[in-house]
């Protein structure tokens, strides 16, 4: 027979036994809840924003076809947050050779959707109260920038909102969206109304597409092709910045129809 000591020596091993298999249960419960917690709707606005900001060129598309699209550049950065937590990042277009001379210049607000709305992430843009004190913004050191209140103070009037879905398993895109059917009001070349389409490409790429259509619902200005595609700059494509590229020199009155075609409203 066995002695009681032996029954309290089994009973312990039991009852490490359990508390050992309770806590392993419990470890893997907590890590399988972190490794498929979901990404909350701040997550996906962290991520846009991020995938907006910094240097970008179409200059690939330019070279494959010329005679619709020109080597333009994007540059994007963070300006500041807004009391809500939204992210206001400061953006400009210019020709890739002449970067200081910026022709299209906004302010980005990225934020989550509302939760009653059908999407993840809105992307709105704003007119700048004084557009010419934020050129080349990005280029400048941060005490050489206006203050993050005092570009709160200088958000201008909203020009459009884009909404941004999660793009589906499989695809090349992290988001993408457009803004609504009806678009937003535009005044140039003869256009009532104008409508932007977004996606942020899980290579860093930004494919931006922006058209205006007149009453009748003919596009009056923007590229008819599909989107320009902005991919990230590599870092020796700055010393090529002032060199002759391979999108022939323009003439004034074509840069001003260029730069007129990405005026969403004034």
């Not at 312990?12 to 972190?34: E, P």
């Not at 490794?35 to 690939?60: N, Y």
């Not at 953006?91 to 302010?107: D, G, I, L, V």
């Not at 980005?108 to 509302?114: D, Q, S, W």
Request: with cysteine; glycine share 6%.
């Amino acid at each position: 027979m066995g002695t009681d000591s032996d029954s309290d020596s089994n009973g312990w091993s039991r009852a490490r036994g359990l508390v050992l298999k309770t806590l392993v249960l419990i470890g893997g419960a907590v890590l399988l809840k972190r490794l498929t917690k979901s990404t909350t709707r701040w997550d996906h606005t962290r991520i846009v924003a991020q995938s907006l900001s910094g240097v970008k060129c179409s200059k690939e598309q330019a070279s494959r076809d010329p005679d619709n699209h020109f080597n333009f550049r994007w540059l994007a950065c963070p300006a500041a947050d807004m009391v809500d937590g939204s992210k206001v990042l400061y953006f400009e277009q210019a020709f890739w050779r002449t970067p200081h001379k910026p022709f299209r210049q906004r302010f980005f607000m990225v934020k989550p959707c509302a939760k009653e709305m059908k999407c993840d992430v809105e992307v709105s843009t704003y007119a700048i109260r004084d557009a010419e004190e934020y050129k080349n913004f990005c280029d400048r050191s941060k005490d050489q920038r206006p203050p993050p209140e005092e570009v709160i103070g200088d958000i201008a009037e909203h020009l459009t909102t884009v909404h941004l879905n999660r793009c589906e398993r499989g695809k090349s895109c992290l988001y993408e969206g457009s803004t609504p059917p009806d678009g937003f009001p535009n005044s140039w070349n003869g256009a009532t109304h104008c409508t932007s389409e977004l996606s942020v490409m899980k290579n860093n790429e930004i494919h931006s597409w922006d058209k205006g259509y007149d009453d009748d619902g003919n596009q009056v200005w923007g590229v008819k092709g599909g989107p320009y595609e902005f991919k990230p700059a590599p870092a020796s494509s700055f010393v090529d910045m002032f060199s002759p590229l391979t999108i022939p020199p323009l003439s004034m009155e074509m840069e001003k129809r260029i730069e007129g075609s990405f005026v969403l409203q004034e």
